[in-house]
């Protein structure tokens, strides 16, 4: 099994390939975002046409915002998130982030136009539930950024792909500044700690095995 981080501006998306070749894209990024993925596939040498799947850690506009682009290019590929982000996926709604740091509130209220621009709705074709998704692939639910948060336990590595749940710089994993419940934060972070993982791969900043929360 490999994972690849593929960079999107300040944004990851992360692409898996196990053991049997399948490949899933984990996030599309902001609107734009899935022709940058698109292109990083052809970089990296992996045909689109071999993704299988398309899910998301959860239904920010940063995650899910590069989606309509993807499912356009990508015809075998199965469309996945969880119950609670149905709506923002299919409907193009906007899931405004909950800003715990007042220098973070006036970056995003300077961005925000460009950040919210282009949204457009995909249909999803499954509901992400707790448990596998293919062989050495399983879904965690790990609610607290967003009340539908997923994780992605990579079994054969030991690793995990927790998007926004955790923020990682040079120091290590780090509470993110943003969230909407900070108890159900806290336990999901308690809970991927649990994993005792070789990796933690984030969505922003620098993935790494180190815990300072």
Known sequence: MQVYELKLRFVKSFLIENDDGNLILVDSGTPGGGRRILNELVKIGKNPERVS??????????????????????????????????????????????IHSAFQRVLFSIAKSFLLRGARGVRADFVLEEGELIKGVEIIKTPGHTDDSISIYLKPLNSLIVGDTLFGDRKGLKIPVIYEDFDNLMKSIEKIKEFKPKMVYVSHGISSTKFLV
Not at 53 to 77: M, P, Q
């Open 53 to 98: 799947y398309v899910i998301f850690t959860h239904s920010h506009l940063d995650h899910i915002g590069g989606s309509a682009e993807l499912r356009s290019a990508l015809k075998n590929a199965k469309f996945g998130i969880a119950r609670e982000g149905l709506e923002y996926l299919e409907k193009g709604k906007i899931r405004e982030p909950i």
